[in-house]
């Protein structure tokens, strides 16, 4: 069983990934979870949606360089060790994973090349950060 994961090539530039993001939105499609890295002047932004093939749609529209993957997508209990059972499950059978990011949470990882620029322009916004004591005190069902 597996889930369709888009991966997108993006310009590491202020406004790239929010301009792909809104056009999800305008189509409305819903990012499931994400993860974005990158190379220096690119990226790949990574996403699972909840409508592929409009996602597809959206990004061929756009002109935008992207490719389609199948990936799995494993719900484990929220209790210490579990991320490392699996881990040490699939690498027992010598399955190397490439790389591995989170779904469905409303809580996102940012860095930012200002970590205290950003924390202040989001400070005048609508968002609520949170700290490690916050993060040590998640339970999820």
């Given at each position: 069983m597996t889930v369709s994961q888009i991966s997108?090539?993006?310009?590491?530039?202020?406004?790239?990934?929010?301009?792909?993001?809104?056009?999800?939105?305008s189509a409305d499609v819903n990012v499931r979870g994400y993860a974005v890295s990158d190379t220096g002047e690119y990226g790949i932004a990574r996403f699972v949606v909840d409508a592929?093939?409009?996602?597809?749609?959206?990004?061929?529209?756009?002109?935008?360089?992207?490719?389609?993957?199948?990936?799995?997508?494993?719900?484990?209990?929220?209790?210490?060790?579990?991320?490392?059972?699996?881990?040490?499950?699939?690498?027992?059978?010598g399955v190397?994973?490439?790389y591995s990011y989170s779904l469905i949470s409303t809580y996102i990882v940012l860095s930012a090349s200002d970590a205290d620029g950003a924390e202040?322009?989001?400070?005048?916004?609508?968002?609520?950060?949170?700290?490690?004591?916050?993060?040590a005190s998640f339970r999820f069902v």
């Amino acid at each position: 069983m597996t889930v369709s994961q888009i991966s997108v090539f993006t310009e590491s530039k202020p406004g790239h990934l929010a301009r792909i993001l809104r056009s999800f939105e305008s189509a409305d499609v819903n990012v499931r979870g994400y993860a974005v890295s990158d190379t220096g002047e690119y990226g790949i932004a990574r996403f699972v949606v909840d409508a592929p093939e409009k996602a597809k749609e959206v990004l061929k529209d756009a002109g935008a360089a992207f490719t389609v993957t199948q990936v799995l997508c494993a719900k484990l209990p929220d209790k210490p060790g579990e991320l490392a059972r699996i881990m040490g499950v699939l690498a027992a059978c010598g399955v190397n994973i490439s790389y591995s990011y989170s779904l469905i949470s409303t809580y996102i990882v940012l860095s930012a090349s200002d970590a205290d620029g950003a924390e202040r322009v989001l400070a005048g916004e609508p968002v609520e950060l949170v700290d490690q004591e916050e993060i040590a005190s998640f339970r999820f069902v």
